[in-house]
């Protein structure tokens, strides 16, 4: 048996294999593979018997944040301890480099949340999943919004070092700057808005690992106007109508401000954390950040 780090020769057979092991109803894309792989192509691994893949992992960093999956092993093979031995390459891997390791699984997945535990991981508070629509949602007119397609590379780079700068998140050393360089040059859709000539908050449109909207308000008594406001200038510039929007419920304020702009909860979703990578340092953040991942 042999783990090797993932390689675009291996993604037909990963694809075949998570097909089956999910069972999909379609397969996903080679470039949906390819670009799972781009999130952190040193944290994703294969496991080969016989010159065959029989088990895969995928794992993705955002600067000091790592989480992992999707994962799988051929039902053949199940059972004999490859998934673990896939899941440790991996975590072995994030622990270089990661302060937070985590993952998520559906509630129903109960024998997997019990493999994980059984591996160091422990609950923590749920993720929601959001259906969000641009119907109810519109634009209030009251702050500076701007679409980062439209500025030049020098503006560009400002707006993206304040987005690095927005409340709480300096002292995390998480950055998202790779993903919304990822949402530019996937041709998706980024809104900042300013309040007082200050960014408060800004949202991206990604398609990967499906259609959904993320991003970060600032927490003040501002944050329900520029989440409406920068939610209704994305969709204006993006001309996308329906999406998911994800958060964890560690942050009560930004599930609260979902509600009550009437997105709909489509799903709850575990979320559990490594022993020792709890990712607590975050517990002071005054962002609310909207996306999946984040503890
Ligand atoms: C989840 C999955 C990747 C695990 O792979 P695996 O190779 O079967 O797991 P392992 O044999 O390495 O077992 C890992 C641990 O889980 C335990 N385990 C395995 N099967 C189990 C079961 N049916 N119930 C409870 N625990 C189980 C093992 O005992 C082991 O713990 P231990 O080392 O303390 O004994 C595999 O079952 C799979 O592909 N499932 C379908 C796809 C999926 O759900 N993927 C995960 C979500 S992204």
């Known amino acids: 048996m ?8 291996h993604l037909q057979e990963v694809r075949d294999l998570d097909y089956l092991v999910f069972q999909r109803n379609t397969p996903r894309t080679i470039l949906n593979l390819k670009n799972l792989k781009t999130y952190d192509k040193d944290g994703c691994f294969v496991c080969i018997i016989n010159k065959k893949v029989v088990g895969y992992i995928f794992a993705r960093t955002f600067g000091q944040e790592g989480f992992l999956g999707p994962a799988g092993v051929h039902p ?3 059972g004999i301890g490859i998934g673990k031995e896939l899941i440790n390459k991996s975590i072995d891997y994030l622990k270089t480099k990661c302060k937070v390791i985590g993952l998520e699984v559906l509630p129903e997945k109960t024998k997997n949340i019990e493999i994980y535990h059984r ?3 422990v609950s923590a508070l749920p993720s929601y999943i959001f259906d969000i629509s641009s119907n109810d949602i519109d634009t209030l007119h009251k702050f500076n919004n701007l679409d980062l397609y439209k500025v030049g590379t020098r503006k560009r ?3 993206l070092n304040s987005i690095d700068k927005l409340n709480g998140l300096k002292a995390s050393n998480v950055s998202y700057r790779n993903d919304l360089l990822r949402s530019i040059s996937c041709k998706g859709s980024i809104c900042v808005t300013y309040v007082d000539r200050k ?3 800004f949202f991206a ?3 990967i690992p499906f259609p959904f909207i993320w991003g970060i308000v600032e927490d003040g008594s501002y944050d329900y106007n520029v989440l409406k406001e920068c939610l209704a200038n ?3 510039y993006s001309g996308y109508r329906n999406c998911k929007i994800i958060v964890n419920t560690r942050y009560k304020r930004a599930v609260e401000l979902l509600i009550k702009l009437n997105c709909k909860l489509d799903k709850s979703i575990n979320r559990m954390l490594l022993k020792g990578y709890e990712g607590n340092y ?3 953040s005054k962002a609310l950040i909207f996306r999946p991942w984040i503890s």
């Open 205 to 207: 449109y990604s398609r």
């Open 199 to 201: 960014l408060c908050g």
């Open 157 to 159: 780079e400002d707006i």
């Open 119 to 121: 591996l160091g991981f």
């Open 234 to 236: 994305l969709f204006k």
């Open 2 to 9: 042999l783990i090797l780090r993932m390689e675009d020769e």
């Open 76 to 78: 053949e093979f199940q």
């Open 282 to 284: 975050l517990t002071e």
